[in-house]
């Protein structure tokens, strides 16, 4: 049974920090790109960041982009989202997602699993 489980969001104020984890069972994780997509009320889902197989390529929402960090450890099978400078705009469901090939792209219909969600919430 694949499950992405993520956690470690919360409430923070505008320019802290969050660290959100994704652990990922029941598929091969070291061989699939993740990506990470938020959804704020009234919005469409959005594209935050993705990370190849191995970790060595990464992409990112201009939004987000010398704020947030997409990082993984495949021994552990879970990828990380380290989010600084925090906004208010940044508020938002975090969901992370296993991309069907291993590339970790923009596109989330290019994503065949996904997680429950972690809420995310910066105060001014």
């Known amino acids: 049974q694949v499950q992405l489980v993520e956690s470690g969001g919360g409430l923070v104020q505008a320019g802290g920090s969050l660290r959100l984890s994704c652990a990922a069972s029941?598929?091969?994780?070291?061989?699939?790109?993740m990506g990470w997509f938020r959804q704020a009320p009234g919005k469409e889902r959005e594209f935050v960041a993705a990370?190849?197989?191995?970790?060595?390529?990464?992409s990112y929402a201009d939004s987000v982009k010398g704020r947030f960090t997409i990082s993984r450890d495949n021994a552990q099978n879970t990828v990380y989202l380290q989010m600084n400078s925090l906004k208010p705009e940044d508020t938002a469901v975090y969901y992370c997602a296993a991309d069907s090939w291993g590339w970790g792209r923009k596109d989330q219909l290019q994503y065949k699993y996904w997680g429950q969600g972690t809420q995310v919430t910066v105060s001014s």
């Open positions: 029941g598929f091969t994780f070291s061989t699939s790109g």
């Open positions: 990370i190849n197989w191995g970790g060595g390529g990464t």
